[in-house]
Structures are given as C-alpha cells and as structure tokens.
C-alpha cells in the first residue's frame, strides 16, 4: 500500500513538471539531449520530464529597434542618422523557427548582426551620394536596404517589416552653410517676385494712363467737331438772318444801313453782357463803323448774288 502511493506520488510529480503553458504570441522549441525534438505552439503543453527541454522561446510578434549611427557622403560630408528597425519572424512554420532557434546563440547576437547589416547596408547607399542627395533620398534609402538584406534575413528566419529614418543631421558647419543656401535662395526668389510685381503693376499703370490719354484725345476730337458744327451752323444761321431782315428792309424801302446798325449795337451790347470778363477790343470811330457796315453790306450782296445763281 506504502509502494503504490509513493508510486502514485512520484508519478504526479513527474506529469506535473512535464506542464508548461506556452504564451500567445511565442511558440516553444523543444529539445531531447541537447538535439531538436519539436516545437510547442501557444496553450498548456506537456514535455517529457528530465529527457525533454525547453531550449528556447520564439516570439512570432513583432519587434523594433532603434539605431543611432554615422555615415559619409561621396562629397566627405558627415551624416548622423536616427532610424527605428520593425522587424518579425518571417512565419510559423517549423522549418523557419528552427533557423531562428539555432542560426544565433543569444538574442543579444541576433540584434548586434542585424544593427551591422543594415548600417552597413545605408552607408553604402550613402557613400554614393552627395549631401544634399541625402535629404531627400529618405525612400531610396529604405528600399535599398530592403533590397540588399531581405535576403540575409531570410536565412535567418526573419523578415524586415519597415525601415522609419527619423532623423537626419549633418556637422554644424555643414548644417550653417546648408542653411545660408536656402536662405540666399529665398532672398533671390523674393527678389524675383518683387521685380516681377514692381514690372505688372508699371505696365498696367502704363496701359491705364495710355487708355486715359486716348479716351481724353477722342473726347477732344469729337467736343471739338461739336464746336466747329455749332460755329458753322451759328454764321449760317447769322448770315440767313442778315439776308432775310435786308431783303424785308429792301421790300419796305428802308435803308439797310439803319438794321446794319442796329444790328451792330445789338452785338456790343451781347459781347458787354456775356463777355465773362473776357477783352474785346472794337474801332468805335465813325470810320471804323463804316468799316464795319460795308462788309456787312458785302456779305449780304454775296449772299443775295448766289441765291440769284441758284
């Protein structure tokens, strides 16, 4: 009775250190004499107590790492970079796990080859460009090294997710000179856009006082065909009147020289009143008046000698 309850005992111990719980996310790789036997996948798993042992546990989850490292452009200009490294296992399989279980002996071995392989692999995409390639070559950068070491990778039972380069920096110096560039640049820019501006507005300004000039000239032009119209019709209208009031004055046999005079009075008298305040000098002598009443009187035989031709 002792016997088997030891036995019983015993056997207990053994099934209950043979337990283990594999977590979400790992997966167990199990040895037997130091030689792979099996993997274990996430749950409670059981293993062989004393013959079988858990070498090593395998997240399948994703991982980063972060990098701080320098590198030199192809001009000798030095570059600092800050990047942060996503990578993961490639699957689950068992093929693939056994490459991740066995290619490193520590994890520690496993982050210093894969940190060498990809600064390696930017310094040597750098090392082709020049420094003010490398600003915005942030995308090439990434896909080349993608390029030259998925394959390495691969072999080790892993798979580069993303490539994020959060900073890039050069020395001071270099760092002064970029920056009094873009700021010469800007300036240059500026002024260009200033100049342009200054050359619009002076051509349109040009062109509005050109449209102004023509509009007032042709306002000109026709006020004053509108003046010589009205002076024109004003003597017809003037000399048809003279020629009406002495063909009356010579159907009453009256004296012309008495409308004349009328006339002429009537005409000082208008100039007196609507002058403005503008000088008119008028031969108020008898002899400049008989001046005057003979070429009225010459106009008006003109006038009646082309009507009697008509």
């Known amino acids: 009775m002792e016997a088997s309850s030891i036995f019983l005992i015993v056997l207990l111990i053994v099934i209950f250190t043979g337990l283990l719980t594999v977590n979400q996310g790992t997966i167990a790789v199990i040895t037997m004499f130091g030689k792979y036997r099996r993997i274990l996948t996430p749950g409670l798993?059981?293993?062989i107590p004393l013959i079988e042992s858990v070498y090593k546990r395998v997240s399948i989850q994703n991982q980063s790492l972060e990098m701080e490292f320098q590198a030199v452009t192809i001009d000798q200009a030095n570059v600092y970079f800050k990047s942060m490294l996503l990578y993961s296992v490639q699957n689950a399989e068992e093929a693939t796990l056994i490459k991740v279980a066995f290619k490193f002996i520590s994890n520690k071995?496993?982050?210093?080859a894969l940190v060498r392989t990809v600064e390696g692999s930017?310094?040597?995409f750098v090392a082709t460009k020049k420094q003010a390639e490398v600003l915005t070559a942030r995308r090439e950068i990434v896909d080349y090294v993608k390029d030259q070491i998925d394959h390495s990778l691969e072999e080790w039972g892993y798979h580069l997710q993303d490539l994020q380069i959060n900073d890039i920096t050069f020395d001071q110096q270099v760092m002064e000179s970029m920056s009094k560039v873009v700021a010469s640049n800007n300036l240059k820019a500026a002024a260009e856009n200033e100049g342009?501006?200054?050359l619009i507005t002076k051509t349109k300004s040009a062109e509005a006082e050109g449209n102004a000039i023509k509009i007032s000239a042709q306002a000109e032009k026709e006020a004053a065909q509108l003046r010589g119209q009205g002076v024109a019709l004003f003597r017809q209208e003037v000399a048809k009147g003279m020629s009406e009031a002495a063909e009356e004055m010579k159907q009453a046999n009256l004296d012309t020289n008495v409308i004349l005079f009328s006339m002429?009075?009537?005409?000082?008298k208008n100039f007196a009143e609507y002058g403005k305040g503008n000088v008119i000098?008028?031969?108020g002598s008898p002899e400049g008046m008989d001046?005057?009443?003979k070429q009225m009187m010459g106009?008006?035989?003109s006038k009646n000698n082309e009507s009697s031709k008509k």
């Open 196 to 198: 342009q501006a200054l």
């Open 109 to 112: 071995d496993l982050m210093q």
């Open 291 to 293: 001046k005057n009443l």
């Open 122 to 124: 930017i310094r040597a």
């Open 45 to 47: 798993r059981f293993k």
């Open 281 to 283: 000098f008028l031969d």
């Open 264 to 268: 002429w009075t009537e005409a000082i």
């Open 299 to 301: 106009l008006i035989t």
